[in-house]
Structures are given as structure tokens and as C-alpha cells.
């Protein structure tokens, strides 16, 4: 009987111990500060430079009335007063629309740990973005970007004449939000809309809430 009760008892306590470890290894929960937009600029690598892109942002995040934060595109930019794409977008935490935990830090997010995914990355509205397999395949990100989210040198022409051009002849670093290359995984074949397109791309952008 005493043997019995012990095995119970036990197991209840392991039980405890598992539902402890479970509800520590769930995902954080937070209001919107992240998101990949549901739409570019509609003239491919042409965003209207920073500002533009910025406020494409904002406008986005005003149709789901999260327009009293500020928004930053992240995007990085070349040449003398290049600006990388990490330094712009503030310490985090970030959470999706579906209030899900994106990174905790600048750190978190240009680390393996970061969260980004087909399923995490999803637009203002918590609406997934059509990745690899998908018709059409909307997965090529403008960034800019280098892995760690540092501007590319002068030299290379990597953002579309810092995102003010449509032109073929210059291209523009993509990510992945479906593939662990969320920020870096290729070249486009352009900066027209059709070029991105053609590439799997459609000149979409991730958006990310200054916090203070």
C-alpha cells in the first residue's frame, strides 16, 4: 500500500516537474513590434530611400492601429553615412501580430536563437507570407544586409542605390523569412518590381517598433 502511494506520489511530482519545464520553454507573449510588410513600394528596390520605407511602415502599422509607436524599416544603406540595418530598429523585445516573441535582443535577433520563420514572420495583420512551394513565392526580403546586419562596403552595390532606384541595373541583398537566412541569402536580379519578382520576391520589407 505504502509502496503504491509512493509510485503516486512520485509520479505526480514528476508530472509537476514537466508541466514547470513546458510552461518555461513557451514562447513569450507582447504587444506587435515586428512584422514583414503585406506590401512594398509597388516599383521594386524603389522605396523612397529610408524615409520612404519608414514610412510605408508606419502606414502599415496605422491600418492595424499600431500607428502611436514609431516604425523603422530594416534596411541597411551604403556610402559615406552608410547606416546598418541593426542600429535603427532599438533594443527589442519584438513580437509579431500574433504576439509572438520574434528575439529579445539586437543580439537574440542576428543569433541562431532568434525566431524568425514562415510562421512567425507574418504581416501587419498576423497573416503569413507564401514562402518556397508557394505560388507565389514571396520570400526574397529586401534588407541590404549582411548576416549580422552590418551595411555592405561602398563598393558593392547592394541596396539599390540605397533604395531609391528600379532600375536593373543594380540589385539588392535579399533574405529569406522562410529559410534560417532571414536577413542574407542572396542577390536579386534587379530592382524592378518584375526583377524581385522573378527571383521569388515581390519587394517586401520587415518593419520593427522603436522601443523605448
Request: glycine share 14%; net charge negative.
Amino acid at each position: 500500500m505504502h509502496k503504491n502511494r509512493k509510485i503516486v506520489v512520485t509520479g505526480m511530482a514528476l508530472c509537476g516537474l514537466l508541466a514547470a519545464g513546458l510552461a518555461q520553454t513557451q514562447l513569450q507573449t507582447g504587444p506587435m513590434s515586428f512584422f514583414l510588410t503585406s506590401a512594398g513600394s509597388g516599383n521594386g528596390g524603389d522605396l523612397g530611400g529610408l524615409e520612404g520605407a519608414d514610412a510605408i511602415c508606419q502606414k502599415l502599422a496605422e491600418s492595424v492601429d499600431q500607428g502611436d509607436l514609431m516604425w523603422r524599416a530594416y534596411l541597411s544603406t551604403q556610402g559615406g553615412n552608410a547606416v546598418n540595418a541593426r542600429d535603427r530598429i532599438g533594443p527589442g523585445p519584438w513580437f509579431n501580430a500574433n504576439g509572438n516573441r520574434i528575439a529579445a535582443d539586437v543580439d537574440e535577433l542576428h543569433s541562431v536563437m532568434n525566431r524568425v520563420s514562415a510562421y512567425t514572420a507574418v504581416d501587419q495583420r498576423g497573416r503569413t507570407i507564401p514562402g518556397s512551394g508557394n505560388a507565389p513565392n514571396r520570400h526574397d526580403i529586401l534588407t541590404g544586409s549582411q548576416t549580422d546586419g552590418t551595411a555592405y562596403s561602398a563598393g558593392e552595390n547592394m541596396t539599390c542605390n540605397n533604395w531609391t532606384s528600379s532600375s536593373d541595373d543594380g540589385k539588392a541583398r535579399v533574405g529569406h523569412h522562410d529559410y534560417a537566412a532571414w536577413n542574407s541569402a542572396h542577390d536579386s536580379r534587379g530592382c524592378s518590381q518584375a526583377a524581385l519578382i522573378s527571383s521569388g520576391g515581390d519587394g517586401l520589407f520587415y518593419c520593427f517598433a522603436m522601443q523605448e
